[in-house]
């Protein structure tokens, strides 16, 4: 199975700062790599797909990039309502059959500085 | 407007089963992957199965394996998970969510509000 490292598990930060999370894969998943964002007592939102593309509706102060096993979320100048937990989850299948199962990081908290 | 809503959480005894469910609208559900994904307490997200839009492929999580069921009415745009053997590592928010992959999964785009089951004796 495919496990997923994220770092840091929190971080403080103030309204303004660039922000930046990373993931690592512990094997090569390509670009199958996606963000997500969750807000306390809320349902997972998602941000980032295939390492870099931003789902509609998302503000363009999130970015994603990376590939293979390493991957980061950036988020340029942190506003208020980004102060919450946010996910990777690889969707890597793999070429060999064997069917497809995804897993998720064990999450970064945004908090306020 | 996609629209996932989750039920049947609650509360059971380690052993019992709990069927969750999930009414979809907004969209076309036949032609999506659906899945269930968990949290527990506190934690963070367990990815729980997959299904295809024609229920020919599903996939499961290891821990769950042989002790949950997932599937579909698609007549009926409603997802579901029996959930038999239940133990107390299984209590969590069940999310269920659609996902926007084709021919395999890709992202979760859409998910419930989630429903609670807590295993206790």
């Known amino acids: 199975d495919i496990q997923m490292t994220q770092s840091p598990s929190s971080l403080s930060a103030s309204v303004g700062d660039r922000v930046i999370i990373t993931c690592r894969a512990s094997?090569?998943?390509?670009?199958?790599l996606n963000w997500y964002q969750q807000k306390a007592g809320r349902a997972p939102k998602l941000l980032i797909y295939?390492?870099?593309s931003l789902q509609s509706g998302v503000p363009s102060r999130f970015s994603g990039s990376g590939s293979g096993t390493e991957f980061t979320l950036t988020i340029t100048s942190l506003q208020p309502e980004d102060f919450a937990s946010y996910y990777c989850?690889?969707?890597?299948?793999?070429?060999?059959?064997?069917?497809?199962?995804?897993?998720f990081g064990g999450g970064t908290r945004v908090e306020i500085k | 407007q996609v629209h996932l809503v989750e039920s049947g959480g609650g509360l059971v005894k380690p052993g019992g089963s709990l069927r969750l469910s999930c009414a979809a609208s907004?969209?076309?559900?036949?032609?999506?992957?659906m899945t269930w994904i968990r949290q527990a307490p506190g934690k963070g997200l367990e990815w729980v199965s997959y299904?295809?839009?024609?229920?020919?492929?599903?996939y499961y999580a290891d821990s769950v394996k042989s002790r949950f069921t997932i599937s579909r009415d698609n007549a009926k745009n409603s997802l579901y998970l029996q959930m038999n053997s239940l133990r107390a590592d299984d209590t969590a928010v069940y999310y269920c969510?659609?996902?926007?992959?084709?021919?395999?999964?890709?992202?979760?785009?859409?998910w419930g509000q989630g429903t609670l089951v807590t295993v206790s004796s």
């Open positions: 969510g659609r996902d926007f992959g084709d021919v395999v999964p890709a992202a979760i785009d859409h």
């Open positions: 989850q690889q969707s890597f299948t793999p070429s060999s059959g064997g069917g497809h199962t995804t897993s």
């Open positions: 299904i295809s839009s024609s229920s020919s492929i599903i």
């Open positions: 295939a390492a870099s």
């Open positions: 907004g969209f076309a559900f036949n032609e999506y992957y």
């Open positions: 094997q090569n998943i390509a670009t199958y």
